[in-house]
């Protein structure tokens, strides 16, 4: 003969069984599959586009995000993918039916041009995932162009000195005054047959002329000079200065012995 608990035990799993869950056991799931990821909501596109920039020009947007949760919802943090862009959060704890804004600050890298995108992703606390990722985009405009810009050599020897160009055009409508500000260069010497963790600054590097004067559609020539002192690798840069921007050519070396 079955006791009061068998009996009781078989009502509950035919109960279960023919989806009739007690209330109980539906608020408690009810609550736990609430999630802040459908009811915290951006009031926008997750992009948007500053338009045509200067080099030097800083440019924000806000973007919104409204409450409608039935809780009070925390944002962990809200991350740049870099340092060009910088985030103000106007408040961490949003109420239900209260607003966070998110204040991205763009101002272009030293150097950049053409179409530039960057991302702020926003956390919710203790979350491992981005709750939103946020994008933000710009078109620089640059005053002259650079060609190359980033400029290798595969061939250095110790000791020899070797020479490379870069050609500097004016891209602008008006007559443009190109400084160059130094050549930074640093060696990272082949240690035990691999480039180790030393790195060395290297001087003597030159760059000639020092001042390009370029109307509209004229080009000038710069020309880097350096002597290796170590076989591995070198890495520098030559500054380029037009009124307060600045410009960079990048330089890379792979260096062998004599």
């Known amino acids: 003969m079955k006791t009061r608990i068998d ?3 078989l009502g509950l799993a035919v109960l279960f069984a ?9 608020d408690a ?3 736990r599959g609430a999630d802040a990821a459908d009811c915290f909501r951006l009031m926008e596109n997750t992009e948007h586009y500053f338009g045509e920039v200067k080099q030097n020009e800083t440019v924000e947007h806000t973007f919104i995000f409204e409450n409608g949760c039935a809780d009070t919802v925390e944002i962990g943090s809200a991350r740049s993918s870099c340092g060009c ?21 763009f101002t272009p890298p030293r150097g950049s041009k053409g179409k530039v995108s960057k991302t702020v992703s926003v956390y919710l606390k203790d979350a491992a995932a981005a709750h939103t990722v946020l994008r933000i985009s ?6 002259i162009d650079i060609e190359p810009s980033y400029v ?15 050609t500097i055009t004016n891209v602008s409508d008006s007559a ?12 990272y010497p082949e240690e035990a047959g691999s480039v180790g963790g030393r790195s060395i600054p290297l001087a003597g590097g030159t760059v000639t002329p020092t001042a390009l004067r370029l109307k509209p559609g004229e080009s000038g020539v710069l020309t ?4 290796p002192a170590y076989p591995g690798q070198l890495n520098g840069s030559v500054g380029l200065k037009i009124g307060d921007v600045e410009n960079v050519i990048f330089l890379f070396a792979e260096v062998r012995p004599k």
């Open 29 to 31: 799931s009810n609550e």
């Open 85 to 105: 862009t910088s985030v103000v959060l106007s408040d961490r704890r949003v109420p239900p039916g209260g607003e966070a804004r998110i204040l991205a600050k």
């Open 152 to 166: 290798r050599v595969s061939d250095a020897v110790v000791g020899q000195k070797h020479t490379v160009t870069s």
């Open 7 to 9: 009996i009781l035990i």
């Open 138 to 143: 710009a078109t620089v405009n640059c005053a």
């Open 176 to 187: 443009v005054f190109v400084e160059t500000t130094g050549v930074s260069l640093t060696s």
């Open 224 to 227: 880097i000079g350096f002597t």
């Open 18 to 26: 023919a989806g009739h869950v007690p209330a109980a056991a539906q």
